[in-house]
């Protein structure tokens, strides 16, 4: 196996990923353990966004992907790094998905899991990842009296 396929990103400047920036935004928790067990250093990078993995798969809502990568010891510091919005993985977590009762169990297991710290992170709106869920639902439910 060519372990340098791990590192080549896409070729748009803006919309540039890697092969696990790919596969976690699909959930394939196999294919992202295979290639860290390649490629153990790989997690570092980010895409063109500045989004590491985390961002990636919090911002699909890939449950699978989530798990996997809050099980990795790895990833403690990802949780807490931001893009070139100010996003943390958990605003993304808020940012994108629905507002569905299952959708809101995994944002807060996730925020349990991203600590208290960082749920106090502001991106460059000056927002939190609460900021964002609290607009959500009350944009959510303010639709359902009109």
């Not at 990568?69 to 996003?87: A, F, M, R, T």
Request: charged share 25%; aromatic share 10%; net charge neutral.
């Amino acid at each position: 196996m060519d372990k340098s396929a791990a590192y080549i990103t896409t070729a748009h400047k803006d919309d540039e990923k890697t092969a696990l920036h790919i596969v976690a935004a699909e959930g394939y928790k196999s294919v992202m353990k295979e290639i860290l067990l390649q490629c153990p250093d790989c997690w570092e990078m980010v895409n063109g966004q500045g989004q590491n993995v985390l961002h990636v798969a919090m911002g699909m809502e890939e449950k699978d992907a989530i798990e996997f990568i809050k099980e990795n010891p790895w990833s403690s510091h990802l949780k807490k790094q931001k893009d070139i919005e100010g996003n943390t993985p958990l605003h993304l977590l808020y940012l994108y998905g629905d507002v569905t009762s299952a959708s809101v169990r995994l944002k807060y297991a996730t925020k349990k899991w991203c600590n208290r710290e960082y749920e106090w992170a502001f991106n460059n709106k000056n927002m939190t990842p609460d900021d964002i869920l609290w607009s959500k639902i009350q944009i959510k439910y303010s639709m359902r009296l009109i």
